[in-house]
Protein backbone atom coordinates (compact mmCIF):
# COMPACT_ATOMS: atom_id res chain seq x y z
CA UNK A 1 0.00 0.00 0.00
CA UNK A 2 1.33 3.59 -0.80
CA UNK A 3 1.14 6.27 2.07
CA UNK A 4 4.02 8.56 2.09
CA UNK A 5 5.40 10.63 -0.62
CA UNK A 6 8.82 12.34 -1.13
CA UNK A 7 9.49 15.18 -3.34
CA UNK A 8 13.07 16.79 -4.09
CA UNK A 9 12.83 19.92 -5.40
CA UNK A 10 15.52 21.59 -7.42
CA UNK A 11 15.39 25.08 -9.14
CA UNK A 12 13.60 28.10 -9.51
CA UNK A 13 9.93 29.26 -7.61
CA UNK A 14 8.10 27.71 -10.33
CA UNK A 15 9.31 24.55 -9.75
CA UNK A 16 8.14 25.03 -6.26
CA UNK A 17 4.68 25.87 -7.13
CA UNK A 18 4.85 22.77 -9.76
CA UNK A 19 5.96 20.65 -6.10
CA UNK A 20 3.37 21.69 -3.85
CA UNK A 21 0.53 21.01 -6.74
CA UNK A 22 2.28 17.30 -7.02
CA UNK A 23 1.61 17.04 -3.55
CA UNK A 24 -2.47 18.50 -3.65
CA UNK A 25 -2.75 15.71 -6.35
CA UNK A 26 -1.24 12.80 -4.80
CA UNK A 27 -2.92 13.39 -1.12
CA UNK A 28 -6.18 14.03 -2.95
CA UNK A 29 -5.61 11.39 -5.63
CA UNK A 30 -4.08 8.22 -3.10
CA UNK A 31 -4.31 9.59 0.20
CA UNK A 32 -0.34 10.39 0.51
CA UNK A 33 1.08 12.21 3.04
CA UNK A 34 4.04 14.27 1.77
CA UNK A 35 7.50 13.30 4.16
CA UNK A 36 10.80 14.96 4.75
CA UNK A 37 12.83 11.07 4.42
CA UNK A 38 13.25 9.46 1.39
CA UNK A 39 14.33 6.69 2.93
CA UNK A 40 10.20 5.91 3.81
CA UNK A 41 8.16 7.32 1.10
CA UNK A 42 6.36 4.93 -1.12
CA UNK A 43 6.39 7.15 -4.14
CA UNK A 44 9.44 9.47 -4.81
CA UNK A 45 9.23 12.26 -7.55
CA UNK A 46 12.30 14.54 -8.15
CA UNK A 47 11.50 17.67 -9.75
CA UNK A 48 14.19 18.83 -11.74
CA UNK A 49 15.96 22.11 -13.16
CA UNK A 50 18.27 22.88 -16.07
CA UNK A 51 18.67 26.11 -15.80
CA UNK A 52 22.14 26.77 -15.23
CA UNK A 53 23.79 23.79 -13.58
CA UNK A 54 25.21 20.18 -15.08
CA UNK A 55 21.90 19.09 -14.38
CA UNK A 56 21.53 16.00 -16.03
CA UNK A 57 24.21 15.09 -13.96
CA UNK A 58 23.04 15.50 -10.74
CA UNK A 59 19.81 13.93 -11.92
CA UNK A 60 21.63 10.57 -12.51
CA UNK A 61 23.80 11.03 -9.32
CA UNK A 62 20.71 11.48 -7.22
CA UNK A 63 18.74 8.87 -8.94
CA UNK A 64 21.49 6.31 -8.40
CA UNK A 65 20.79 6.94 -4.98
CA UNK A 66 17.32 6.21 -5.29
CA UNK A 67 18.33 2.89 -6.88
CA UNK A 68 19.51 1.58 -4.11
CA UNK A 69 16.37 2.76 -2.17
CA UNK A 70 14.15 0.70 -5.21
CA UNK A 71 16.42 -2.19 -4.77
CA UNK A 72 15.56 -2.79 -0.60
CA UNK A 73 12.10 -2.10 -1.63
CA UNK A 74 10.73 -3.05 -4.51
CA UNK A 75 7.25 -1.11 -4.18
CA UNK A 76 8.85 2.04 -4.20
CA UNK A 77 7.37 4.31 -7.02
CA UNK A 78 10.00 6.61 -8.88
CA UNK A 79 8.97 9.82 -11.09
CA UNK A 80 11.11 12.17 -13.02
CA UNK A 81 9.30 15.73 -13.58
CA UNK A 82 10.46 19.08 -14.47
CA UNK A 83 12.99 20.69 -16.88
CA UNK A 84 15.59 18.48 -17.14
CA UNK A 85 12.91 15.26 -17.79
CA UNK A 86 11.18 17.97 -20.27
CA UNK A 87 14.45 17.57 -22.47
CA UNK A 88 15.41 13.99 -21.77
CA UNK A 89 12.26 12.16 -22.22
CA UNK A 90 12.60 8.67 -22.84
CA UNK A 91 16.23 8.90 -22.77
CA UNK A 92 16.25 8.77 -19.12
CA UNK A 93 15.27 5.50 -19.14
CA UNK A 94 18.35 3.97 -20.75
CA UNK A 95 20.26 5.38 -17.85
CA UNK A 96 18.07 4.89 -15.06
CA UNK A 97 15.78 2.05 -16.30
CA UNK A 98 14.59 1.87 -12.76
CA UNK A 99 12.50 5.16 -13.21
CA UNK A 100 8.91 4.25 -13.09
CA UNK A 101 7.58 7.82 -15.47
CA UNK A 102 8.67 10.26 -16.94
CA UNK A 103 6.81 13.99 -17.25
CA UNK A 104 6.95 17.71 -18.03
CA UNK A 105 6.43 20.37 -15.93
CA UNK A 106 2.75 21.01 -18.40
CA UNK A 107 1.77 17.27 -17.78
CA UNK A 108 1.94 17.04 -13.76
CA UNK A 109 -1.53 17.24 -13.24
CA UNK A 110 -1.46 13.72 -14.87
CA UNK A 111 0.43 12.12 -11.91
CA UNK A 112 -2.52 10.03 -10.29
CA UNK A 113 -2.86 8.56 -13.46
CA UNK A 114 1.04 7.52 -13.86
CA UNK A 115 0.58 5.98 -10.36
CA UNK A 116 -2.14 4.18 -10.69
CA UNK A 117 -0.84 2.67 -14.57
CA UNK A 118 2.46 1.64 -12.44
CA UNK A 119 0.36 0.06 -9.81
CA UNK A 120 -1.18 -2.12 -12.89
CA UNK A 121 2.07 -3.18 -14.18
CA UNK A 122 2.60 -0.08 -16.92
CA UNK A 123 6.53 0.39 -17.12
CA UNK A 124 8.46 3.62 -18.81
CA UNK A 125 5.69 6.07 -19.45
CA UNK A 126 6.74 9.17 -20.74
CA UNK A 127 4.50 12.67 -21.21
CA UNK A 128 6.58 15.75 -21.81
CA UNK A 129 3.92 17.46 -24.04
CA UNK A 130 3.22 20.80 -23.67
CA UNK A 131 -0.49 21.48 -22.66
CA UNK A 132 -0.30 24.23 -20.09
CA UNK A 133 -4.02 25.18 -20.91
CA UNK A 134 -4.81 21.86 -19.72
CA UNK A 135 -2.43 21.78 -16.53
CA UNK A 136 -4.18 24.94 -15.65
CA UNK A 137 -7.71 23.46 -15.93
CA UNK A 138 -6.62 20.51 -14.16
CA UNK A 139 -5.31 21.65 -10.98
CA UNK A 140 -6.92 21.12 -7.48
CA UNK A 141 -7.97 23.56 -5.67
CA UNK A 142 -6.16 25.75 -3.87
CA UNK A 143 -4.61 25.31 -0.54
CA UNK A 144 -3.03 28.09 1.34
CA UNK A 145 0.00 26.55 4.23
CA UNK A 146 0.06 30.20 5.86
CA UNK A 147 -0.71 33.78 5.24
CA UNK A 148 1.79 34.10 1.80
CA UNK A 149 0.68 32.27 -1.31
CA UNK A 150 2.48 31.96 -5.13
CA UNK A 151 -0.53 31.80 -7.80
CA UNK A 152 0.23 31.19 -11.53
CA UNK A 153 -0.78 33.64 -14.03
CA UNK A 154 1.19 32.57 -17.02
CA UNK A 155 3.65 29.84 -17.83
CA UNK A 156 6.25 29.28 -20.70
CA UNK A 157 8.55 32.22 -22.41
CA UNK A 158 8.19 33.80 -25.88
CA UNK A 159 11.40 35.71 -25.47
CA UNK A 160 14.33 33.70 -26.55
CA UNK A 161 17.23 35.27 -24.99
CA UNK A 162 19.92 33.77 -26.44
CA UNK A 163 21.50 31.85 -23.41
CA UNK A 164 17.89 30.15 -22.23
CA UNK A 165 16.66 26.97 -21.96
CA UNK A 166 13.33 27.73 -20.40
CA UNK A 167 11.26 28.59 -23.95
CA UNK A 168 12.14 25.16 -24.68
CA UNK A 169 11.41 23.34 -21.53
CA UNK A 170 8.42 25.19 -20.37
CA UNK A 171 7.65 26.09 -23.77
CA UNK A 172 5.98 29.26 -25.39
CA UNK A 173 3.91 31.87 -22.84
CA UNK A 174 0.39 30.89 -22.64
CA UNK A 175 -1.93 32.83 -20.18
CA UNK A 176 -4.60 31.46 -17.12
CA UNK A 177 -7.78 32.70 -17.25
CA UNK A 178 -8.25 35.87 -15.68
CA UNK A 179 -11.31 34.63 -14.15
CA UNK A 180 -9.75 31.38 -12.68
CA UNK A 181 -7.29 33.82 -11.58
CA UNK A 182 -9.41 35.96 -9.44
CA UNK A 183 -11.60 33.42 -8.62
CA UNK A 184 -7.90 30.95 -6.92
CA UNK A 185 -7.28 34.20 -5.11
CA UNK A 186 -10.89 34.80 -3.30
CA UNK A 187 -10.50 31.46 -2.30
CA UNK A 188 -7.19 31.86 -0.49
CA UNK A 189 -8.34 35.16 0.79
CA UNK A 190 -10.90 32.93 2.49
CA UNK A 191 -8.73 30.74 3.84
CA UNK A 192 -6.24 33.50 5.44
CA UNK A 193 -3.98 34.60 2.80
CA UNK A 194 -2.92 38.32 3.43
CA UNK A 195 0.01 38.55 0.05
CA UNK A 196 0.01 37.09 -2.96
CA UNK A 197 2.74 36.64 -5.41
CA UNK A 198 1.42 36.88 -9.24
CA UNK A 199 4.04 34.23 -10.84
CA UNK A 200 5.24 32.78 -14.00
CA UNK A 201 8.34 33.05 -16.28
CA UNK A 202 7.65 36.62 -17.95
CA UNK A 203 4.81 37.95 -15.76
CA UNK A 204 4.69 41.25 -17.37
CA UNK A 205 3.85 39.41 -20.78
CA UNK A 206 0.61 38.64 -19.73
CA UNK A 207 -2.89 39.26 -21.42
CA UNK A 208 -5.89 38.33 -20.19
CA UNK A 209 -10.04 39.28 -20.42
CA UNK A 210 -12.02 41.10 -17.45
CA UNK A 211 -15.13 39.57 -16.57
CA UNK A 212 -16.86 42.39 -18.71
CA UNK A 213 -14.27 41.24 -21.71
CA UNK A 214 -12.02 44.05 -21.80
CA UNK A 215 -9.13 43.16 -22.75
CA UNK A 216 -7.07 42.93 -19.47
CA UNK A 217 -2.74 43.02 -18.99
CA UNK A 218 -1.24 42.82 -15.98
CA UNK A 219 -1.65 45.60 -14.46
CA UNK A 220 -5.63 45.09 -15.11
CA UNK A 221 -4.85 42.50 -13.13
CA UNK A 222 -3.28 43.74 -10.29
CA UNK A 223 -5.70 46.45 -10.11
CA UNK A 224 -8.89 43.25 -9.62
CA UNK A 225 -6.50 41.81 -7.22
CA UNK A 226 -5.90 44.66 -5.09
CA UNK A 227 -10.45 44.64 -4.36
CA UNK A 228 -9.88 40.84 -3.24
CA UNK A 229 -11.07 41.59 0.85
CA UNK A 230 -7.71 40.51 2.65
CA UNK A 231 -5.60 40.82 0.29
CA UNK A 232 -2.83 43.48 1.35
CA UNK A 233 0.21 43.02 -0.68
CA UNK A 234 0.97 41.77 -4.33
CA UNK A 235 3.92 40.98 -6.19
CA UNK A 236 4.80 39.55 -8.94
CA UNK A 237 7.78 37.92 -10.52
CA UNK A 238 9.72 37.55 -13.17
CA UNK A 239 9.22 40.08 -15.32
CA UNK A 240 11.41 41.60 -18.23
CA UNK A 241 12.37 45.03 -18.65
CA UNK A 242 10.64 45.06 -22.67
CA UNK A 243 6.81 44.45 -21.56
CA UNK A 244 7.37 46.68 -18.22
CA UNK A 245 4.64 49.37 -19.65
CA UNK A 246 3.51 52.09 -18.83
CA UNK A 247 0.17 51.05 -17.09
CA UNK A 248 1.98 48.75 -14.84
CA UNK A 249 4.31 52.25 -14.05
CA UNK A 250 0.84 53.52 -13.57
CA UNK A 251 -0.03 50.94 -11.31
CA UNK A 252 2.29 51.57 -8.91
CA UNK A 253 0.56 55.20 -8.39
CA UNK A 254 -2.64 53.82 -7.73
CA UNK A 255 -2.48 50.38 -5.82
CA UNK A 256 -1.22 50.71 -2.34
CA UNK A 257 -0.94 46.81 -2.31
CA UNK A 258 1.93 46.50 -4.86
CA UNK A 259 4.81 46.45 -2.77
CA UNK A 260 7.72 49.32 -3.55
CA UNK A 261 9.79 46.18 -4.29
CA UNK A 262 10.54 45.07 -7.94
CA UNK A 263 12.47 41.99 -9.18
CA UNK A 264 13.56 43.14 -12.58
CA UNK A 265 16.08 40.88 -14.71
CA UNK A 266 19.04 42.94 -16.41
CA UNK A 267 21.44 40.31 -16.76
CA UNK A 268 24.41 42.83 -17.54
CA UNK A 269 25.03 46.72 -18.31
CA UNK A 270 26.65 46.42 -20.99
CA UNK A 271 24.10 47.20 -24.68
CA UNK A 272 27.05 45.72 -26.68
CA UNK A 273 26.70 42.37 -24.42
CA UNK A 274 22.35 42.83 -24.03
CA UNK A 275 22.13 42.84 -27.50
CA UNK A 276 24.70 39.39 -27.71
CA UNK A 277 21.98 37.91 -25.63
CA UNK A 278 19.39 39.31 -27.56
CA UNK A 279 17.52 41.00 -24.33
CA UNK A 280 15.45 43.72 -26.56
CA UNK A 281 16.64 46.81 -24.78
CA UNK A 282 18.86 49.56 -24.04
CA UNK A 283 20.76 50.12 -20.44
CA UNK A 284 19.20 53.59 -21.01
CA UNK A 285 15.63 52.51 -21.18
CA UNK A 286 15.88 50.23 -18.30
CA UNK A 287 17.32 53.03 -16.07
CA UNK A 288 14.82 55.09 -17.45
CA UNK A 289 11.64 52.72 -16.18
CA UNK A 290 13.49 52.49 -12.73
CA UNK A 291 13.69 56.51 -12.99
CA UNK A 292 10.27 56.57 -13.91
CA UNK A 293 8.90 54.29 -10.89
CA UNK A 294 11.21 56.17 -8.00
CA UNK A 295 9.66 59.30 -8.97
CA UNK A 296 6.61 57.37 -8.10
CA UNK A 297 8.08 55.04 -5.04
CA UNK A 298 11.32 56.92 -3.87
CA UNK A 299 11.54 53.85 -1.43
CA UNK A 300 11.50 51.51 -4.40
CA UNK A 301 14.05 48.27 -3.43
CA UNK A 302 15.29 47.12 -6.53
CA UNK A 303 16.67 43.21 -7.23
CA UNK A 304 17.75 41.25 -10.37
CA UNK A 305 19.66 38.51 -11.86
CA UNK A 306 23.09 38.97 -13.47
CA UNK A 307 25.05 37.09 -16.16
CA UNK A 308 29.07 37.86 -15.90
CA UNK A 309 30.98 35.86 -19.22
CA UNK A 310 28.88 35.74 -21.59
CA UNK A 311 30.49 34.71 -24.89
CA UNK A 312 31.80 38.27 -25.90
CA UNK A 313 32.52 40.05 -22.50
CA UNK A 314 35.00 42.13 -22.50
CA UNK A 315 36.79 43.60 -19.34
CA UNK A 316 35.25 47.14 -20.37
CA UNK A 317 31.64 45.65 -20.91
CA UNK A 318 31.86 43.72 -17.18
CA UNK A 319 33.02 47.62 -16.41
CA UNK A 320 29.64 48.98 -17.47
CA UNK A 321 27.96 46.26 -15.17
CA UNK A 322 29.62 47.39 -12.17
CA UNK A 323 28.99 50.44 -13.13
CA UNK A 324 25.19 49.86 -13.15
CA UNK A 325 25.13 48.54 -10.07
CA UNK A 326 26.59 51.38 -8.43
CA UNK A 327 23.89 53.83 -10.13
CA UNK A 328 20.92 52.00 -9.40
CA UNK A 329 22.13 50.54 -5.86
CA UNK A 330 20.58 47.09 -6.58
CA UNK A 331 19.26 44.93 -3.30
CA UNK A 332 19.64 41.02 -2.40
CA UNK A 333 20.70 39.86 -6.18
CA UNK A 334 21.31 37.20 -7.92
CA UNK A 335 24.93 36.72 -10.21
CA UNK A 336 26.18 33.62 -12.18
CA UNK A 337 28.52 32.28 -14.51
CA UNK A 338 27.29 31.86 -17.75
CA UNK A 339 26.51 28.48 -18.60
CA UNK A 340 25.72 26.99 -21.95
CA UNK A 341 22.62 25.21 -22.18
CA UNK A 342 22.53 22.52 -25.14
CA UNK A 343 20.31 23.36 -27.66
CA UNK A 344 20.13 27.42 -26.78
CA UNK A 345 21.34 29.87 -29.55
CA UNK A 346 24.59 31.13 -27.49
CA UNK A 347 25.24 27.03 -27.09
CA UNK A 348 28.27 26.69 -29.40
CA UNK A 349 29.91 30.47 -29.45
CA UNK A 350 32.79 30.68 -28.28
CA UNK A 351 34.83 31.76 -25.01
CA UNK A 352 37.99 32.96 -24.61
CA UNK A 353 38.54 33.18 -20.70
CA UNK A 354 39.38 30.82 -17.87
CA UNK A 355 37.23 29.55 -15.03
CA UNK A 356 39.21 31.65 -12.90
CA UNK A 357 38.77 35.15 -14.67
CA UNK A 358 35.05 34.18 -14.47
CA UNK A 359 35.22 33.58 -11.20
CA UNK A 360 37.07 36.48 -10.46
CA UNK A 361 34.19 38.81 -12.54
CA UNK A 362 31.62 37.02 -10.13
CA UNK A 363 33.06 37.66 -7.10
CA UNK A 364 33.85 41.35 -7.69
CA UNK A 365 30.14 41.65 -9.16
CA UNK A 366 28.59 39.56 -5.74
CA UNK A 367 31.19 41.46 -3.51
CA UNK A 368 29.62 44.65 -4.93
CA UNK A 369 25.75 43.44 -4.75
CA UNK A 370 27.07 42.13 -1.03
CA UNK A 371 27.74 46.01 -0.21
CA UNK A 372 24.12 47.60 -1.13
CA UNK A 373 22.38 44.91 0.07
CA UNK A 374 23.96 45.84 3.56
CA UNK A 375 23.38 49.37 2.95
CA UNK A 376 19.62 48.88 2.56
CA UNK A 377 19.82 46.23 5.76
CA UNK A 378 21.48 49.46 7.39
CA UNK A 379 19.08 51.86 7.01
CA UNK A 380 16.19 50.06 7.67
CA UNK A 381 18.04 49.90 11.52
CA UNK A 382 15.55 51.71 14.19
CA UNK A 383 13.04 52.84 11.82
CA UNK A 384 9.55 51.12 12.08
CA UNK A 385 7.91 48.64 9.28
CA UNK A 386 4.97 46.75 8.66
CA UNK A 387 5.87 42.98 8.49
CA UNK A 388 3.44 40.35 7.85
CA UNK A 389 4.19 37.79 10.74
CA UNK A 390 4.42 34.72 8.86
CA UNK A 391 4.99 31.70 11.98
CA UNK A 392 7.03 30.96 14.86
CA UNK A 393 10.46 31.86 14.40
CA UNK A 394 13.12 28.96 15.21
CA UNK A 395 15.19 31.33 17.07
CA UNK A 396 14.22 31.23 20.31
CA UNK A 397 11.01 33.25 21.52
CA UNK A 398 9.83 34.78 18.66
CA UNK A 399 7.82 35.37 15.45
CA UNK A 400 9.11 35.77 12.14
CA UNK A 401 7.79 38.00 9.36
CA UNK A 402 8.89 39.70 5.87
CA UNK A 403 9.32 43.23 5.11
CA UNK A 404 7.83 44.67 2.03
CA UNK A 405 11.30 44.78 0.60
CA UNK A 406 11.40 41.17 1.45
CA UNK A 407 13.82 41.04 4.03
CA UNK A 408 13.09 38.31 6.70
CA UNK A 409 12.54 39.77 10.69
CA UNK A 410 12.67 37.99 13.96
CA UNK A 411 10.21 39.85 16.00
CA UNK A 412 10.31 39.97 19.80
CA UNK A 413 7.15 40.29 21.75
CA UNK A 414 4.69 39.09 18.88
CA UNK A 415 2.57 36.53 19.65
CA UNK A 416 0.80 33.52 18.01
CA UNK A 417 -2.25 34.82 17.15
CA UNK A 418 -0.66 38.06 15.39
CA UNK A 419 0.04 35.18 12.51
CA UNK A 420 -1.31 36.43 9.12
CA UNK A 421 -1.47 40.14 10.52
CA UNK A 422 0.49 42.92 9.74
CA UNK A 423 2.16 44.84 12.30
CA UNK A 424 4.30 47.92 12.97
CA UNK A 425 8.36 46.78 13.91
CA UNK A 426 11.34 48.53 15.04
CA UNK A 427 14.50 47.08 13.47
CA UNK A 428 16.70 46.99 16.36
CA UNK A 429 19.53 44.42 14.88
CA UNK A 430 20.78 43.53 11.54
CA UNK A 431 21.99 39.60 11.04
CA UNK A 432 24.23 38.53 8.05
CA UNK A 433 20.74 36.82 6.64
CA UNK A 434 18.34 38.38 8.27
CA UNK A 435 16.88 41.50 11.04
CA UNK A 436 15.70 41.50 14.55
CA UNK A 437 12.64 43.79 15.48
CA UNK A 438 10.78 44.56 18.59
CA UNK A 439 6.98 44.27 17.94
CA UNK A 440 5.28 47.97 18.17
CA UNK A 441 1.87 47.37 17.05
CA UNK A 442 -1.22 45.97 15.30
CA UNK A 443 -1.28 47.85 12.11
CA UNK A 444 -3.57 46.28 9.55
CA UNK A 445 -7.00 47.90 8.97
CA UNK A 446 -8.45 45.27 7.09
CA UNK A 447 -8.82 43.21 10.33
CA UNK A 448 -10.62 46.09 11.98
CA UNK A 449 -13.54 44.80 10.11
CA UNK A 450 -13.46 41.02 11.44
CA UNK A 451 -15.00 39.95 14.71
CA UNK A 452 -11.93 38.75 15.69
CA UNK A 453 -9.95 41.81 16.48
CA UNK A 454 -11.02 42.65 20.17
CA UNK A 455 -9.47 39.29 21.19
CA UNK A 456 -6.64 40.11 19.25
CA UNK A 457 -6.40 43.00 20.72
CA UNK A 458 -6.60 41.47 24.41
CA UNK A 459 -3.70 39.46 23.22
CA UNK A 460 -1.86 42.11 21.84
CA UNK A 461 -2.63 44.18 25.24
CA UNK A 462 -0.94 41.16 27.26
CA UNK A 463 1.54 40.67 25.16
CA UNK A 464 2.80 44.59 25.63
CA UNK A 465 2.42 44.34 29.25
CA UNK A 466 4.84 41.42 29.63
CA UNK A 467 7.34 42.95 27.13
CA UNK A 468 7.70 46.15 29.62
CA UNK A 469 7.25 44.36 32.75
CA UNK A 470 10.40 41.99 31.98
CA UNK A 471 11.92 44.80 29.78
CA UNK A 472 12.73 42.00 27.19
CA UNK A 473 15.13 43.29 24.81
CA UNK A 474 16.27 42.70 21.56
N1 LIG B 1 23.69 30.67 -17.74
C1 LIG B 1 23.73 31.41 -16.60
N2 LIG B 1 22.65 31.99 -16.07
C2 LIG B 1 21.47 31.80 -16.68
N3 LIG B 1 20.23 32.23 -16.39
C3 LIG B 1 19.38 31.76 -17.32
N4 LIG B 1 20.05 31.01 -18.22
C4 LIG B 1 21.35 31.04 -17.85
C5 LIG B 1 22.52 30.46 -18.38
N5 LIG B 1 22.50 29.73 -19.49
C6 LIG B 1 19.93 33.11 -15.26
C7 LIG B 1 19.41 34.48 -15.72
C8 LIG B 1 17.94 34.38 -15.38
C9 LIG B 1 17.97 33.50 -14.15
C10 LIG B 1 16.67 32.88 -13.81
O1 LIG B 1 18.92 32.52 -14.47
O2 LIG B 1 20.05 35.46 -14.96
O3 LIG B 1 17.35 35.64 -15.14
FE1 LIG C 1 14.79 32.89 -20.25
FE2 LIG C 1 14.88 35.35 -21.36
FE3 LIG C 1 12.51 34.06 -21.06
FE4 LIG C 1 13.80 34.98 -18.90
S1 LIG C 1 12.97 36.24 -20.57
S2 LIG C 1 12.85 32.93 -19.11
S3 LIG C 1 15.94 34.68 -19.46
S4 LIG C 1 14.21 33.42 -22.37
Known sequence: MLTKLFIETWGCQMNEYDSQKMADLLAKSHKLQ?????????????????????????????????????????????????????QEGDQIFKRAPFVDFVFGPQTLQHLPLYVNQVLAGVKHQVNIDFLPDEKFDNLPDPRAEGPTCFVTIQEGCSKYCKYCIVPF??????????????????????????????????????????????????????????????????????????????????????????????????????????????????????????????????????????????????????????????????????????????????????????????????NRLQEKLAHFALKTQNNMLNKSFSVLITGPSKMGNTFVGRTENNRVVHV???????????????????????????????NDPYLEQRSFLNDLNGVVDEQRSEEYKYGVEC
Not at 51 to 72: C, M, T, Y
Open 412 to 442: VGAHQKLVGCFVDVLITEVMPNSLKGRFLRL
Open 169 to 362: TRGQEVNRSFNDIIAEIHELAQQGVREVTLLGQNVNAYQGQTPTGEPADLASLIFYVSHIPGIDRIRFTTSHPVEFSDTLVDAYAHVPQLVSHLHLPVQSGSDRTLQAMGRGHTIASYIEKIQDLKKIRPDLTLTSDFIVAYPGETEEDFQETLKLVDLLEFDQSFSFIYSPRPGTLAAGLPCDLTLEEKKNRL
Open 34 to 86: QINDPMQADVLLLNTCSIREKAQEKVFSLLGRWKDLKESRPHVIIGVGGCVAS
